[in-house]
């Protein structure tokens, strides 16, 4: 009998529904109260997770969702940059 490979889930801060984490971008609070994407998933710090969609951040951004699971505040200046990342990521 083989041993079956637990495959890692994480919940969308925007729509809500559970998904393979390599399937969602990580963005990162790191410890200087920055926030980044992390594209590897394995830096230092408080992260939460999205879908590869804009839909999904939109509603994120609107329920405050992000702040919340990041555990800060986030000026409008932060989200533009994040949304340029994001959709950067989206066309690829």
Request: aromatic fraction near 4%; charged fraction near 35%.
């Amino acid at each position: 009998m083989g041993q079956t490979k637990k495959i890692p889930q994480r919940k969308c801060i925007g729509c809500q529904e559970m998904k393979n984490k390599k399937d969602m971008i990580r963005i990162l609070r790191t410890p200087e109260e920055e926030l980044v994407i992390d594209t590897t998933g394995r830096k230092n710090g408080r992260g939460a997770y999205l879908c590869f969609s804009m839909e999904c951040f939109e509603k994120a951004v609107k329920s405050k969702g992000l702040e919340r699971s990041l555990k800060t505040g986030i000026s409008p200046a932060v989200y533009d940059s994040l949304k340029k990342e994001i959709e950067q990521i989206e066309t690829k």
